[in-house]
């Protein structure tokens, strides 16, 4: 089973600031990466898909990068909305697993 | 506009069983596969398997085995997530999920049901 390791476990920021997520995979799984925001009380939502490519209706300030192992969620400037938990998921031989996820915090 | 609309929340003893529903609409049920997803409280997300909705095969993941049954009735494209034997460790937040056929990622989630085991 691949394992996903995302850190840090939390990134305090402003306002404004740049926020840089990292997840890595343990072995390679090309670009079969995706990143969610969940928001407390509230489903997750789907921001990233196939690591650089975004959902339908989200903020181009959301942008990934990355293949094979080591991949990247930046968000370029944070709005207050932004401040939530962030995870990755993958999938390889039609089974899925998430990372443990990255709170964003404010400052 | 496409949802999925989960049941409400549950209460149970330990020993009982549950069975969650998640109702899709604003799209066609078989064009999709369904996936479930785990949250107990305070921790993150975790895959449970997935249904093909086209011939109602299941995945299950790891430590999903056995107690856990997924399905589907495609009349009402609805899919049901049962849990049989609950323990106090299957308090969490059940949602469903859609994923584009030949993928991975979930692009509509289901608000989740909550599910209690409590003497």
């Known amino acids: 089973e691949i394992v996903l390791t995302q850190s840090p476990a939390t990134l305090s920021l402003s306002p404004g600031e740049r926020a840089t997520l990292s997840c890595r995979a343990s072995q390679s799984i090309s670009t079969f990466l995706a990143w969610y925001q969940q928001k407390p009380g509230q489903a997750p939502r789907l921001l990233i898909y196939d690591a650089s490519n975004r959902a339908t209706g989200i903020p181009a300030r959301f942008s990934g990068s990355g293949s094979g192992t080591d991949f990247t969620l930046t968000i370029s400037s944070l709005e207050p909305e932004d401040f939530a938990v962030y995870y990755c998921?993958?999938?390889?031989?039609?089974?899925?697993?998430f990372g443990q996820g990255t709170k964003v915090e404010i400052k | 506009q496409v949802q999925l609309v989960q049941s409400g929340s549950e209460l149970k003893k330990p020993g009982a069983s549950v069975k969650v529903s998640c109702k899709a609409s604003?799209?066609?049920?078989?064009?999709?596969?369904m996936n479930w997803v785990r949250q107990a409280p305070g921790q993150g997300l975790e895959w449970m398997g997935w249904i093909n909705t086209n011939t109602g095969n299941p995945t299950y993941a790891r430590g999903f085995t056995g107690r856990f049954v997924f399905s589907l009735d495609t009349s009402v494209s609805t899919a049901y997530l049962q849990i049989n034997s609950l323990t106090a460790e299957d308090t969490a937040v059940y949602y469903c999920g859609r994923v584009p056929s030949w993928s991975y990622y979930l692009d509509v989630w289901g608000k989740g049901t909550s599910v209690t085991v409590s003497s």
């Open positions: 998921q993958q999938r390889s031989n039609w089974r899925e697993t």
């Open positions: 604003g799209y066609i049920f078989t064009s999709y596969a």
